[in-house]
């Protein structure tokens, strides 16, 4: 069974410019979850989709970021205009759907992240 | 509110030694998850353990162990022996209430990075 992928692995922008971060969950995982690490901080939540919709965007950081999780299969993080605080490790975890009792079956699968640096 | 403290920023050790990892959390609620995670040099977050707040019996897992405390709040991270492939940044991590649910969004350490050196 294929993991989460990320692309791209690596991106550096200028200041202002828009970057596009693609996430790839594990088939059949109905929850996908975005995170970000900046330089030596805490891991932070960002969204939780299920499925096609969002469930919690609580922790997004402003209207410069919109994510998207079209047909409910891939999910993109749009950051517009870049800010150099938005230089980070972004990942993504995929889970198996919700409502299945069973503990195990909310485990997190992370993605190897994609690391943005805004200059 | 959660929170979790993973104090030591950085580590080093030779091979061989062993090597704690602390971990202490805070959270007002009585059922809780506790997890640790391993970022090796690849990048991905590997799951390594989860604890839930009714089952403070202590796990081995070969050279890994783990101690709950609920008495300090803690959930500290043993590697018995360290190898070198064992450099990574080791997260811990909090999630309030219920798991059966489905989802959960988890509270994060800073993280700890382990360097052991042949």
């Known amino acids: 069974e294929a993991g989460v992928t990320q692309f791209p692995s690596h991106s550096v922008i200028e200041k202002g410019q828009t970057v596009t971060l693609r996430c790839d969950p594990i088939?059949?995982?109905?929850?996908l979850y975005w995170y970000r690490r900046v330089m030596g901080k805490e891991i932070k939540f960002l969204l939780h989709?299920?499925?096609?919709?969002?469930?919690?965007e609580s922790g997004m950081p402003n209207n410069r970021f919109l994510a998207e999780r079209t047909g409910g299969t891939y999910s993109t993080l749009k950051v517009q205009p870049a800010e150099l605080e938005d230089s980070g490790v972004y990942f993504c975890?995929?889970?198996?759907?919700?409502?299945?009792?069973?503990?195990?079956?909310?485990?997190?699968?992370f993605g190897p992240g994609t690391r943005l640096t805004v200059t | 509110a959660q929170k979790v403290t993973q104090a030591q920023t950085e580590i080093s050790v030779v091979e061989k030694e062993d090597v704690t990892l602390d971990c202490v959390y805070e959270t007002r609620d009585t059922t809780y998850y506790l997890f640790w995670y391993k970022q090796p040099p690849s990048g991905e977050l590997v799951f390594l353990i989860r604890r839930n707040s009714f089952d403070e019996q202590n796990e081995i897992s070969g050279r890994y162990s783990w101690n709950f405390q609920k008495s300090t709040s803690s959930f500290n991270f043993t590697i018995t022996a360290s190898q070198v492939v064992d450099s990574a940044v080791y997260f811990c991590a909090l999630s309030d209430g219920d798991l059966s649910g489905g989802s959960y969004i988890p509270t994060f350490g800073r993280g700890t990075s382990l360097i052991v050196h042949p």
């Open positions: 088939s059949g995982h109905d929850n």
């Open positions: 975890a995929s889970s198996h759907a919700a409502g299945l009792g069973l503990v195990e079956a909310s485990e997190q699968y």
């Open positions: 989709f299920v499925k096609e919709s969002k469930q919690d």
